[in-house]
Every structure is written in C-alpha cells, then in structure tokens.
C-alpha cells in the first residue's frame, strides 16, 4: 500500500495551506494541530478565513496576533481559565478582522450543510438575536410548509481544508479519532479533506477492519495529507497522550497582552529556526 | 458545619432539576455541574447528565453538535446560561460592551450555543454569581440572546430564572418580568435592589434561600466533590480543599 | 443503577407501538427487529406508516401482508437475491398502501432534518425525476442564495419511534451498534427514541467508558426501552453474530406468492402461541 | 482460455475506471464490484473502492448517508445505475412499467439513489446486462433518474455510457443520444439494433470490446475473484467454479 499520503513534518502540511484559504479549526481541548499552526506563522501565511467548529481558543489568538488571519467566523474566542486572549481583542478594535459571530449549532448546521453540498439549512432559534444583525449572509425566511413562522436560513461553509492533530494514523491512512466526530465533519465539508498530525503512525493497525475500530476513525478517503508531529498539539492537550502545559499557557497569556511580549514569544517559541540561523 | 456560598448554589440548582430527566451543562461550569450531579444522585426517576469537558459524565457521542440537536429534539430539560450583562427582559450579552460592535470596549468570548439553546431548552437557568449594577443591567448592549418575546418566533424554551451569589429571581414569560423569590442567607432584599439595575417584582412570600441540610452537605462534600473533580480538579481544590 | 429501560420480551415492545404509528425501521442485513415484527403481527398492529432507512425487505412484506401497514415510505422494496416481495406487490395493486416513493439520499435528509427538528432541508438532484411528481410534500423553490438555480425542499421526518436489533446493551442501556450509524440517526430522528431487541445484555460493559467504545455506541438517552430476543434478527442474519437463514428466507418467498400460502406461513412461524393454545 | 461474459465485463469496466480516484459500487452488483477491485489491482495511484455489502471494501464508516454525502461532496468518482428499462435519453426507470403509478402491472424495488447519484457522480457506468427491446425502451414509463435535459439543474454529474451484455454505448450529454463504439465478441451491430428500441448513433470507428490478456484474466480469476467472494460468494461460486 503506497504511502503517498505521509509528508515529513509539520512543516510540509503548513506548505499545503495558501494564503488567502479557508480553514476549519477545532476546540482546544480536541486536538489542535499547534505545531502546524507555529509552522504556518514561520512560512507567513496570509489572508486566512477561520472557521471555528464551533470555537476556538490559543491558536486562533496566535495565529490572529502573527497576522496570518483576515477573517474570523466562530461562536466565541476563550482560554477558559488560562487567560484573556488579548491578540484577538487588540486585532478587533483595531479593526484589523473581519468578525463573523454565530452560534455554536448555526457553525454546526452550515458545516453539516457543507457536508452536503446544499446551498443552505434552515435552523430554529437565532431570530431576535443581535447575531442576525451583523450576519448579512444569514437571510430569514417564511416557511414555506407553515403559516407565521418565520426561520433563519444559514448559507453552507465549506472550508478549503480541516486542520486536525489526532492520536494516529493506522497503516492505510485511517485516523483515529475516538468518539471527536467534529474531525469528521470537519473533513466530510472541506473542499480538499484533511490536513492531519499525528503522534504516531501505526503500521499494524487497521482501523477499518472491524466494526468496533472503525467507528472510531476518520477515514482515509478524507484525509488530503498527514505528517507525524509528536507533542503535535503542544502547549494544548490530547485526551489520552499529554495534558496541557498550564504554566506555558499562562505564560502566554500574560506575554500577549501586549505587542511587544507577544513579538517575544513568537521568537522564543515559533520561530527558533530563524534565531538559529542567526 | 454551615453551607458554603458554592455548596448553596449546589443545593439550589439541584432543588431546580429534580423533576428533569436530562441536563446538559456548558464549559467553565463546575457550580451547575455539580448541581446536576446532586440532582441525580438523589433522583429517583433516572437522569442523564452531560457535562461538557467530562468523560464520565457524558450522554453523548456524536460530536459537538449532538448538545444542539438533542435540545432541537426535547431531549434536554435543563441547560445553564449566564452573561456579561444581563437585563430585566431576560436578554443576555455574551459578546461585548461600551462603543459600536465589533470595536466594543470590553469584548466577551461570544454567543457560544445561547442564541439556540435558551429557545429550545424548556428550562434555562440563568447563572451568574456576580451580582452587580454592571452585570444586571436596564438594557444589554448587545443581544446575543434575546429573552421571551411573544414575537411569533418558534420558541418551546425559555428561562426559569436568574440565580446569583445574592438570590433567586424567578422569570414569568408572559410577564417578560423577573420576580425575587428567595434571598440568600446573609443578604437581604434592599442589597439585591442596590445591587441591581433592572426593575423587578418582589414576591409576597419572599424568603430566605433554603440551606442544604447536613445529609445535603455531605453528599455534596463527598460523592458529588469527587464526581465534579474529575471535569474541575482545581475548583474542587479550592472549594472542598478538605473534602476531596 | 435503575435498570427500568430493560423489559421482559419482544412483545413488551412491541406492545409499546400503538396503531397508527410512523416507524423508522432500517434495512434486511443491518439488524433488524423480526421477532418484535412477529410480536407486532401476534398483537394485530393497524394503520403503520413505515419509514424504510433507506429501504427494505422482508421485514415490511411481512407487516404489509399481515395487514399492520397503511403508508410506506422507501426507496425500494428488495428481498436481494432471495426473492420476490409478493406482498407488497400484491398491496400496491390492490390499492391497499399509501405509496411514497422516494431515494435514499431524500430519506435520509429528512431523517436529519428531523434529527434537528428543522422543518425542512434543500437536497440536489431529483428535479426531473418522476418521483417529484408523485411527492406533493416536497417542494420546489428557488435557492434564495442564488440567481436561476431551482432546488427541491423535503419536510423532516420524524418517527414516532426507531425500531431495531442490535448485538448487546451495556449495564445502563447504552446499546452496541459498531458503525451502523443508521441506527442512531433513527433514534435521535424519533420523537420517543428507538424500542431496541438485544441478543443479550452483558453487565460488566460500560460502553461509554472509553474513547474506543463510546464512538460505537447509540447511547442510552435515545433508548426508550430494550428487551433481549436471541436471535431476534431470525431469519435475517445479524453482522458477527449469526447468517441470514437463506433456505427459510427462499421459503417465505415461495409461501408469501400467494395470500393462502402467506397465511399459511403467519400460522407456522408467527403464530405458533396461538396454535399451542387451541 | 478465453474470457467468459463476465470476465470481459469486468475487465471493460475496469478499464472504464482506470483514472478514478473513488469508486463506490452498489447493492446486487458483483460485476461492477470486480471491476472496480480489478481497476484499483492495477492503479498506479492511490484508490478508494467501496462495496456496498462489503466490510472489507469500504472507506466509509458513517452510516448510509455517507455515499450519498461523499458523492456530494465530489468525493465519489465512479458510480453504477441500472433500469428495469433504459430509453435513448438516458433516462432510467427503477419502479415500475405498464398501467398507472403506483398501480402498475409490473412493479421493481424501487429507485434507490438513482435520483440523486445521477446528477452528482462525474462518471455513472449505466450497466444492464439483460439487452433487449424490453429493457432498451424508447421512452421510460417512470423516470426515476432522468438522463441529462440542460434545464438548468444542478448537475455536475451524469451518464458516460451504457454496457450490456451485447456492446459498450457512450453518452453525449449535450446531444443526449448514445453512440455504440464496441460490440463484444461473438455479437454484432445488427445484433444489437435488433434488441435496441431507442435510436443510438454508431461510431465510425466501432469495432470488438477489447477482451482481457492472460494477465488481466489470470488478475480477475485470482485475486479479484477471492476479493469479491467477500461479499459475494454466490457470484463466485458461479463464475469461477474452478478458481475461487
């Protein structure tokens, strides 16, 4: 079975993500891909449009404070109770984003609609909210199988890609993503699958071969490419491998508060190749 | 052995879910977690408790957007909300305030699931232990969640009430008022009107909110504590540092 | 823990599904529920509006020929390689079924509009197809998001209840479905959730437990009730468990040609409790 | 040795596949389902074939939606549809024939995911093995998938052509018409005119179905065959009584 599939590092999967593209991220505690993130910072990309299903947290603030992101479409931006992300509330009063707010579950129905291809879902709540305002892409509508009842219809997302980091890849390119079927969808509605880091690959398992393991995996068939990045969602957990690293997410927090100390981690921590070379 | 100011919310919450058969709760959460937790601890009916970031306690498997679907479905009773601003109409802001959106002075993370789930869910508890004219405000800045309007919008759910570190405020849906039922032990009626500037209806009966009893104390310092710590080890750190 | 969900036999459940009822059964090699079938002929069920996921086989021949069905709604009638489904022949020519013809895709669109409880989902293809034409339900609208594209709209479904058979429940009722994610899009579809047969309950499994298990799982929130019915699937196979008993299957094909000979099998295979009493 | 009617069946089929990257195969269909294994057995690059009715061959695992989904997503290259009847359009009919729907005098499963794969699959094999005037109609008594019409539907997908067990047809969607480019040995063109009852257009250069060399027939007996007694072991058994 050819390996075609498997790339060299982090760095090759950020090679694969061109300005300007459309990218769906996960929540922190998921499964982030941080060493594709850092990896897509050092290659500078630009212009990004964030997805976040259905939120996001540290990498959206850094890859927000590298200005790599044009345009930001999530439910909310947190650290939970790691801190403030201060990149993201500088860029959006300094008007430096495109802000789409939604809702968790309108995220969910657009990318479920992705999924589809339909050009758009209909989806309850929402009317009356301020979201809707500042939504020109959301369109209400009567429905047209009731009398009275006004309905919000949300355009379908489909991101460029899905950028995950997940425990392993079994021999054929399967992914195992445990019950996490946000990666599933993620890389069921994006155009070109997913770009996917891995802890390891497992050249024994196949996950597809029987009925309990195959729930569990994200199949091949969506998966545009993968690489081995061990400690891949550092500073950030994966459920199972490694817990967070509290202190250097802390530690962050208080570094991005401002520009300067923000400028500080981005040498420290994403761009030592560059300090090396120097 | 007196109730702590968490373990009475505790003790509220799960006097507020006994009769559910299903609770969800949100991120960043332990309070309401553990409410749940003591409401099916002590349920004789069975309950499914879903707390978000908890492995064991979990109902679900599809995916973040099951929470959605499940409410959409009548499949969960009882959901939490809070707010940075919350006003007497029951709307509440989780986005931000101060200056023109998106530039506001003060920015929140955002809606999260609210602008579906406090219509969906027939009984939303609003939560927010912060109980200050800065919280609980005349008109929000922004809705991220507009409360019960009569404006023809589908809409089976709704809030219950407002519970803070000062009282309980049920809300009246037709009314579109919050009405002060109970006060919490050490604070009294005049604090919770300084303390708040929407206008709201004081019931006849007001009263103190009821403590938990010592067999109520000690479920929640031991099972519940050891149960809530497993999603929250530092809250349980920090509120039972004997206990746990 | 409460064990209230686990009833005595098939025929508990199948005294849980009233006349009239909309029933979301799914397809012949899937799991499907013929002993309750049987225990739901024995009680003389009327009025079924059958709901195929996406389609079936002999499990609504059966209900068809014993009278239990007044709508069925499918993407196809098929008894495989094992035969001709006579009945439902013979009950489209009589007049006797309320036929709504559809396709899978549009079956389980709806099942996932209901699953939201939207109202309604847009869904590509089928303009053109004479389906449409007998469909008065569907509709057809312009797609709002874009200039001179026609699309179809689907009214959700929602089952009053999902029925079918799995391999085993776990101590609290979770229910052990592997990848057949038709059964949980069916449960969570149906107002009352799934009515569940068992080959055995097995009291040491906690199936949400692990990452592994839960994702092959239809959790016990959607269960309204199980019972245990060995090889309740009989004569259908069910996947890792037992084959599909061909000789009778052919059998019944050969018997249900013609009414007599159909009446014949309800008396030998259905209704043995009622010959032992006479 | 020389191929038999199935063999060079699977072997046109997989030449037909040769530069697809996803193959999906549905329910009843061992011939398509040997072609697609025979097609990836000698891919070059990376394949994704799924069997419907295979554990084995299968790169799904969401339930039946998925194809349905995957195809809509552009991720399903290949896809087979049969017809109780065909006509000269493409249309295909799944349900039904003679006398008014749904009373008719002949009654098939129904149209499974014709109606929508028909529009959505780049590349639909249209495979009937059964060529007769019965089934080669000259207008469907129900269309359950209509061929392509330029009525401004959505379709990227469509029709590329129709073997039997006679010929390999393709399909010009723009002009909506078949043209017979092969005859399979042992048959002929008048043959074919004579068990045809829609108009089709012949090639210039028509000529025999090229059949399977030692390689590919050795390929089909071994490997392919073992393979797709998976979930067909009938087939097998019938086909390749010495083989398998």
Known sequence: MSQDWLLGSAEDIAARIPDGAKLAIGVDNIGVAMETTRAMIRRGVRDLHLVCVPMAGLQADLLIGAGCVATLETSAITFGEYGVPYRFHDALKHGALKMMDATCPAIYAAMEAGRKDIPFVPLRGLLGSDLVVHRPDWKTIDN?????????????????????????????????????????????????????????????????ASEETAAAALPAIYVEAAAIARRGAWPLGLDGSYDIDEAHFRRYGELARTADGFARYLDEFVHPRKQAAE | MSASRQELL???????????????????????????????????????????????????????????????????????????????????????????????????????????????????????????????????????????????????????????????????????????????????????????????????????????????????????????????????????????
């Open chain 1, 144 to 208: 047209p199988f009731a009398k009275d009842d006004p309905i919000l219809l949300l355009p379908a997302i489909r991101p460029d890609v899905a950028l995950i980091h997940a425990p392993y890849a079994d021999r054929d390119g399967n992914i195992f993503i445990g019950r996490r079927r946000d990666f599933a969808l993620m890389a069921q509605a994006a155009r070109n699958g997913a770009l996917v880091t891995v802890e390891e690959v497992r050249g024994d398992v196949d996950l597809m």
């Open chain 2, 10 to 244: 505790i003790h509220t919450i799960a006097g507020l879910l006994k009769d559910c058969r299903s609770i969800a709760v949100g991120a960043s959460s332990p309070i309401p977690g553990a409410g749940a937790l003591l409401a099916k601890h002590r349920a004789r009916q069975r309950m499914f408790v879903t707390i978000l970031g908890s492995r064991r306690h979990n109902a679900m498997n599809s995916g973040g957007v099951e929470l959605f679907d499940m409410a959409a479905q009548g499949r969960v009773d009882a959901f939490f909300l809070g707010g940075g601003q919350i006003d007497g109409q029951a709307n509440i802001n989780l986005v931000g305030a101060g200056g023109a959106y998106p530039q506001t002075a003060v920015r929140w993370p955002g809606s999260f699931g609210s602008a579906y789930l406090y219509y969906l869910v027939p009984n939303v508890i609003l939560f927010r232990e912060e109980h200050t004219r800065r919280v609980m405000v005349p008109k929000v800045d922004f809705v991220s969640a507009p409360g019960p309007r009569g404006d023809g919008v589908y809409r089976p759910g709704g809030p219950v009430g407002l519970l803070t570190d000062l009282c309980w405020f049920s809300f009246d849906k037709e009314r579109r008022r919050f009405t002060l039922q109970t006060v919490h032990p050490g604070h009294g009626v005049e604090e919770v009107r300084d303390n708040t500037a929407f206008d709201f209806d004081t019931s006849p009966t007001v009263g103190p909110t009821p403590a938990p009893d010592v067999e109520a104390l000690a479920a929640i310092r031991g099972p519940i504590a050891r149960q809530i710590g497993e999603a929250y080890p530092r809250f349980v750190r920090q509120v039972f540092p004997d206990d746990a």
